[in-house]
């Protein structure tokens, strides 16, 4: 009876450990994690938006390419809004840009990042139709959803 | 007959009319750049910029083809001549130069850079957001890109620096050397009284020649091709 119950609380008092390990390190290899793959995330977005905008100032414009690089974008989008756990700010130890403002306003940043996924979903749409002067005035609608995001929500990069 | 000459009363000028546009058209667009650039006014700045392309397109073609204060070969010396030049700021009363001196002359190739830089770097930059980007931008790879955003900021940031210099060193002369160097600028001349007693052998022309109008063709055309990414 008594060693059964010792076999159960073993496993907790290990997770307990290593949790208290965790929260002692300067920053726990999730948080790392978590910001290291967000800031991917946002550079193949902003490699993927590059294509597009260079596409456009030619005079042939890749239509493959730039449908390519709007599911880039779209996919992406969908994925960063996880990337923001609590913990994961410049408080971390890790070096980012993310502003302490996504935290204390989050209902705000949460609702920036849906209108990245919408304008970002739409572009898909016309690239996939093709029409050039379509497709640039999507581009900058998206292009204008991260603008307004990095405004309040990103550290100035000098 | 050369002591005749020596001393002609009166105004003589010193600066050409291109060297004195040029200076107040890039006062102006530096400002404009700058306001622009704060308010994310991305339009605005690149034509801003570009018109500074052609400005420094011109100035460095008219260091070798402008009147004589306007030639490089006449103001860039070396550190010797600038040693003699500081000493002898201790003189009183200060005698003024027709055209730069060796210690502005310096200044004036440190600005030029900084703003050749500047705009060099502006040509290649892409922001963060992917969107906003300059006309040379899609000849290089999106992080050479935002190395170029990073550089132009970091550039201007130099030229702020330099300029406050420029203006401090402006401010030393009309106030503790007594030499008004601004008016000069503006219209073109000085009173010879405050010059060297051969100086009006070395009074330049308005500077309207052909070769004014050969820079400013080539000037536009260098600043249309770049700001087109060279796709005509
Ligand atoms: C309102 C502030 C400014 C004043 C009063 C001013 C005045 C002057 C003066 C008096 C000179 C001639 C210096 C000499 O006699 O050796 C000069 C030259 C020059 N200044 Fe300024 N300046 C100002 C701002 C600027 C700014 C913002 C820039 C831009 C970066 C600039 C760039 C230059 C350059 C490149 C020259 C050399 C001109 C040439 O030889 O073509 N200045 N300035």
Redesign the interface.
Known sequence: MTAKRSFTILPFAVLALTAATLADAAAPPSVTATIAARQANFKKMGKAMKILSDQLKSSAPSQPAMYGAAQVIASNARRQGRMFPLGTGPGSGVETEALPAIWTDKADFDAKMRQLVNESTKLVAVTKAGNAAAIGAQLKATGGTCGACHRKYRAEDE | MAEAQARVPGPIRVWDLPVRLFHWLIVGLFAFSWWSGEN?DMDWHRWSGYAVLALLVFRLYWGFAGTSTARFAAFVRGPGAALTYARSLAQRPYVAKVGHNPIGGWSVMLMLAALVVQVAAGLFA?D??????GPL??YVS?ET??AAA?LH??VF?IALAVVAVHIAAIMVYRFWLKTDLITPMITGKRQSASLPPDAAAAAVGLGLSWRALVGVAAAAAVAYAISV?F?F
């Open positions: 994310h892409v963060v957001d992917g969107i906003e980007s931008s899609d999106f890109g935002r990073k900021h970091l940031n990414g796709r």
